[in-house]
């Protein structure tokens, strides 16, 4: 004879939370756990590999959203001829004849608030992998958001994915523990987003003793510049750039974690002068165009944070002509912490690629660079062994999501191998 189930457990099985996926309703936690479920999805599904292209084929389709830089990145990373080459690119687990690769099982994802599409990233790559998925978005919805998962609704909806609306659960619900417990003493997986606070507030919350967590804690990252190379560019070519920075920088009001907070010019004295004056007036210029920020709080905000720099820190120059843009120039071995975001910059002069090893790397994600050539790009990446930098990528491909990511290869950590003898 079955074991009684406790009376207090009994009724937070059944406490109703707000389901946003596969549609819009209340649900109570014991319908989201199902123990007897049936895994029919193999890594790398071909019919993963369908819903996924349909999905993205009804995001960039929507002519009132196909024009944001967010919706654009994940649509074009979702297409299957994308997905195709990470499947080639991982042959490696995929086709070993003494391990099968597995799903987790079930996988609870905790969604950021400051990066809108990110929680669909490591939905995609954990269903990749066969695994059933939990996410819980933060009650502070946005248009963006809800236009995402409208359309997975949809696409769900079709005859030949209904199988998904068991593989996909998108909820929401307030700051309350027994419900995280109880999702943690269920799932397999924890996927953590959200900086230090929520992974050490998870990370105090038991789980399954055959569970993992994978964690994504604050992070900061720079961008780099040389001088003279920019000085090369054509007008058209530097406003091409300024437009790619601007994409990097603001497009999350400059709070995503691959977003660059400090900037390296890398030239002489005058030389990086000379493009602060100019790269500040263009990024200034763009921004009056194009960034829509919350303008009392930020510039509050990045009021506040330069009185305290001034006080605190060995500030050089600050340029300031609107609340839109910030540099605060400071010496090459000052340290500082992560900046306020909407455009709030520090600025470190370097003469050398080698000179960026003067700053702590502790907790960068990110290294977007512009003119830095190959042999510079080389001697970089042997000086940081040891130091944490995750990428180094292009200026223009800070926010562009790849399956490495925070030095994980996450189809990897999204399954498990079975031996084979």
């Known amino acids: 004879m079955a074991a009684a189930i406790p009376l207090l457990i009994r009724i937070e099985m059944e406490k109703q939370i707000q389901q946003y996926s596969p549609s819009e ?3 109570a936690l014991s319908d989201l756990i199902q123990h007897d479920f049936n895994y029919t999805l193999t890594p790398f599904d071909e019919h993963t590999l369908s819903f996924l292209n349909t999905l993205s084929v009804k995001l960039l389709n929507n002519k009132a959203f196909n024009r944001n830089p967010e919706i654009v990145s994940l649509g074009f990373w979702l297409r299957k001829a ?29 969604a950021p608030s400051n990066v809108d599409t990110i929680f669909l990233y490591s939905l995609c790559i954990s269903l990749l992998m066969g695994n059933r998925n939990i996410i819980r978005l933060s009650s502070r919805s946005t248009a963006t958001v809800d236009f995402i998962i409208n359309n ?39 996927v953590i987003w959200g900086g ?3 992974v050490h507030y998870f990370k105090s919350i038991p789980s399954n003793v055959y569970s993992k967590d994978i964690v994504f804690p604050n992070r900061i990252s720079y961008a780099v510049f040389k001088a003279s190379a920019y000085f090369q560019l054509s007008m058209e070519q530097q406003q091409e750039l300024v437009g790619k920075f601007f994409n990097d920088a603001y497009v999350f009001d400059q709070m995503g974690c691959s977003s660059p907070k400090l900037i390296y010019v890398l030239g002489d004295v005058e030389e990086k002068d000379s493009f602060i004056e100019l790269f500040y007036n263009q990024v200034t210029e763009i921004t009056q165009l194009k960034y829509r920020e919350q303008a009392g709080a930020l510039s509050t905000l990045k009021l ?36 306020c975001g909407g455009g709030y910059f520090y600025v470190k002069h370097i003469q050398s690629i080698a000179d960026i090893l ?40 800070a926010l562009s999501f790849h399956y490495i990511w925070d030095g994980m290869n996450l189809f990897e950590e999204f399954s498990r191998k079975r031996r084979l003898e």
């Open 25 to 27: 309703r209340s649900i």
């Open 152 to 190: 997975i609704n949809q696409t769900i909806a079709m005859t030949e994915y209904g199988l998904f609306s068991e593989y996909i659960r998108i909820v929401t619900y307030g700051h309350e523990e027994g419900i995280n417990k109880y999702f943690s003493e269920h799932a397999n997986c924890r």
């Open 358 to 397: 003067h700053d702590s790397f502790q907790a960068v994600q990110t290294l977007s660079y512009f003119g830095i050539n190959q042999d510079e790009l080389s001697q970089l990446d042997k000086l940081l062994l040891g130091r944490r930098i995750d990428r180094i990528v292009p200026v223009g491909l």
């Open 82 to 110: 994308n997905i195709s080459r990470f499947k080639e690119e991982n042959q490696h687990i995929l086709q070993n004849a003494r391990f099968s690769v597995n799903p987790l099982g079930l996988v609870f994802h905790v």
């Open 304 to 339: 506040n944070t330069l009185v305290n720099d001034v006080i605190v820190k060995e500030v050089q120059e600050v340029k300031h002509a609107n609340n839109s843009a910030y540099f605060v120039e400071l010496p090459l071995k000052q340290t500082f912490g992560d900046s």
């Open 196 to 198: 230090d606070k929520t």
